[in-house]
Nanobody
Framework: QVQFVESGGGLAQPGGSLRLSCEVS????????MAWFRQAPGKQRELIAT???????NYRDSVKGRFTISRDNTKNAVYLQMNSLNLEDTAVYYC????????WGQGTQVTVSS
């Protein structure tokens, strides 16, 4: 069964950076498109970044130019580099497939606060 394990969250100041990691097991990772989602308090979970097997990327407008998704097929891992963080980026971040969702992991909390 596919499993996602997210890590790397924490507390950051506005304008700061964090790098999230997600280890994926139970799937032929190199052939899968991957995505990062987030869920802010009181809001629905939203898709923020995707990366295809060919490494084509796409971003939600609110994170475009600040976040970068990448992958390492040798480690079955997907990453999210987050720069220029702002208060609205506070959320629990999850990785998953972008369309046919697998079971959600525990996520990693990102808190942006001064």
């Amino acid at each position: 069964q596919v499993q996602f394990v997210e890590s790397g969250g924490g507390l950051a100041q506005p304008g700061g950076s964090l790098r999230l990691s997600c280890e994926v097991s139970g799937t032929i990772f190199a052939t899968d498109a991957m995505a990062w989602f987030r869920q802010a308090p009181g809001k629905q979970r939203e898709l923020i970044a995707t990366i295809t097997a060919n490494r084509a990327t796409n971003y939600r407008d609110s994170v475009k130019g600040r976040f970068t998704i990448s992958r390492d097929n040798t480690k079955n891992a997907v990453y999210l580099q987050m720069n220029s963080l702002n208060l609205e980026d506070t959320a629990v971040y999850y990785c998953n497939f972008p369309t046919i969702l697998g079971p959600w992991g525990q996520g990693t909390q990102v808190t942006v606060s001064s």
